[in-house]
């Protein structure tokens, strides 16, 4: 029922920045915490970052702590995620996911529902 649409993706340089959005169809958008999800060519999907419903808690994976940062805007139902100092190894298709219970953060499997992806490519 609920609908997550990210935008933002796109081709950028090492080093660049980029920021991308997930915005949620009409509803209690803050009863849900977002999750950040990646999937690189041949991968397997990598949890990113979640942010509670609230907009705090945030919980981030050890790998990419530092140089990505979620951010979320309940009164327009979207969540952003800028993104700075990307690598190659970045290139990967980002998606935003969605769930209402709090707690296990790094499994696509606790979350109701997903976004269709944006590509994001890092190139040298």
């Known amino acids: 029922q609920t609908q997550l649409v990210e935008a933002g993706g796109g081709l950028v340089q090492a080093g660049g920045s980029l920021r991308l959005s997930c915005v949620a169809s009409?509803?209690?958008?803050?009863?849900?915490?977002i999750g950040w999800f990646r999937q690189a060519p041949g991968k397997e999907r990598e949890f990113l970052v979640l942010?509670?419903?609230?907009?705090?808690?945030?919980i981030y994976s050890d790998h990419v702590k530092g140089r990505l940062a979620i951010s979320r805007d309940n009164a327009r139902r979207t969540v952003y995620l800028q993104m700075s100092s990307l690598k190659p190894e970045d290139t990967a298709i980002y998606s935003c996911?969605?769930?209402?219970?709090?707690?296990?953060?790094?499994?696509?499997?606790?979350?109701?529902?997903w976004g269709q992806g944006t590509q994001v490519t890092v190139s040298l």
């Open positions: 942010v509670h419903g609230s907009g705090a808690p945030t």
């Open positions: 009409e509803g209690t958008f803050s009863t849900y915490n």
């Open positions: 996911a969605a769930k209402r219970l709090w707690g296990a953060s790094d499994s696509p499997a606790t979350y109701e529902y």
